[in-house]
């Protein structure tokens, strides 16, 4: 039979949610430690919650949403940017990577059924920071003119600490949602398991 690829409208309306969850993330003012070109931002904590609660395909959705808006020419990107320029400066490569990294995040949240919160944690990690900053440094490198070293260090390392800590605090809202709302990811994997 064939199915619908449409989204219900429960499916719609978290990634929705989840969309206006980040670009209210995004608002928090940027900061720009040591004067480099990519600004400390809440926005990864915003990539990993979507990945850690919506799961793969849904926490992409709501993350490309989200871009959606800002490229549109709402101001919901970093410190108030808006427009087709933030795709094409110094962050490029990070926005870029923020639906991958939430994909990333969800499916390995999801793979062994219920959630975990060390597995959350190490989910939040590998698609937070390890797939945006494989992204985002490289793209930094190129179109700010740094050599690999500058780029790893202005574009990765002045903002690991803050990003760990953005996993662990997402892993702890994921964790409770996830109690509170077990079915939350599980839907998903549940719906990917059923025959069409």
Do not use: N
């Not at 994921?174 to 990917?192: I, K, L, Q």
């Amino acid at each position: 039979m064939h199915r619908s690829s449409r989204l219900p409208a429960a499916d719609l309306a978290k990634v929705a949610v989840f969309a206006g969850l980040i670009a209210a993330l995004s608002l928090a003012p940027a900061l720009y430690l040591f004067g480099g070109a990519v600004p400390l931002t809440l926005q990864t904590l915003g990539v990993m919650l979507a990945g850690l609660v919506l799961g793969a395909r849904l926490g992409a959705l709501a993350v490309l949403c989200y871009l959606a808006i800002g490229a549109a020419g709402v101001p919901v990107l970093a410190g108030g940017a808006a427009g087709l320029a933030p795709f094409q400066g110094p962050t490029a490569g990070y926005l870029a990577a923020f639906p991958i990294g939430a994909f990333v995040v969800g499916i390995i949240v999801s793979r062994r059924g219920r959630f975990h919160p060390v597995r959350g944690f190490v989910a939040a990690v590998v698609g937070g920071i390890v797939v945006v900053y494989a992204i985002g440094i490289p793209v930094l490198a190129w179109r700010a003119g740094l050599s690999a070293g500058e780029a790893v260090t202005a574009g990765g390392l002045i903002f690991l600490p803050g990003d760990l800590i953005k996993a662990v605090v997402a892993t702890l809202i994921a964790t409770g949602v996830h109690r509170a709302y077990p079915s939350s990811t599980d839907t998903e994997s549940s719906r990917a398991a059923t025959p069409a």
